[in-house]
């Protein structure tokens, strides 16, 4: 129901998103996710991302696409939007990878510094330090660069001059919630009763 509100133009359900995910697949020393305690951890997850290239000096926003859209009348608009399964050819819709490759080592972005993001960091920001779960006064800086001060880089530039694009993280979330969803679906978990 989050992924689908998200998807009709609620951009605060990323944030539940966020929280969800943590719940499934979330191990700390005082708390075990719920995949966890069903003993489902060792399933592969879907990786949807476009592969990340270390080597590259550009910034990399793998889970994500850009959008680019002109209303008559208005100026050329850009943002990022979560492809769900309509991947470029050049993304494996049907890649599968193990837990802990696809939670803490595949890079998801890097911005404009260098600094890397793996979905653990993108899903834990949102959920402990934006109001998922619970609200912090200040957020890390390299976070905030990246959700508030476009580390990333993108503009979209028009007769009037350049417009920083949005915030990157929520269609993140939404792409990662999304993988969880298929993984969940199409895997053995048994999770789901409308099979």
């Known amino acids: 129901a989050s992924a689908i509100s998200y998807d009709n133009g609620f951009e605060g359900e990323a944030k539940r998103l966020a929280a969800t995910i943590r719940i499934l697949v979330h191990d700390t020393t005082h708390s075990s996710a719920l ?3 069903l003993r489902k951890m060792d399933i592969l997850f879907y990786d949807s991302a476009s592969i990340f290239d270390l080597r590259s000096f550009l910034t990399s926003n793998c889970l994500t696409m850009l959008r680019f859209s002109k209303k008559e009348g208005q100026e050329l608009e ?7 399964d309509r991947l470029s050819p050049a993304r494996n819709k049907d890649r599968r990878v193990g837990f802990g490759r696809w939670w803490n080592r595949n890079i998801v972005i890097k911005d404009k510094a260098g600094i890397l993001f793996t979905r ?3 899903v834990l920001a949102v959920a402990d330090k934006e109001g998922g779960a619970h609200i912090d006064p200040k957020l890390n800086q390299t976070y905030a660069n990246l959700t508030r001060f476009n580390s990333l880089g993108w503009k979209v530039y028009t007769e009037g001059g350049s417009k920083d694009l949005d915030n990157p993280v929520p269609p993140s ?20 009763l409308d099979r």
């Open 120 to 122: 653990r960091d993108l």
């Open 35 to 37: 995949l966890t305690q």
């Open 173 to 192: 979330i939404r792409q990662i919630s999304h993988e969880v969803l298929k993984t969940l679906r199409d895997g053995d978990t048994d999770l789901f």
């Open 78 to 84: 850009g943002d990022y939007v979560a492809p769900l």
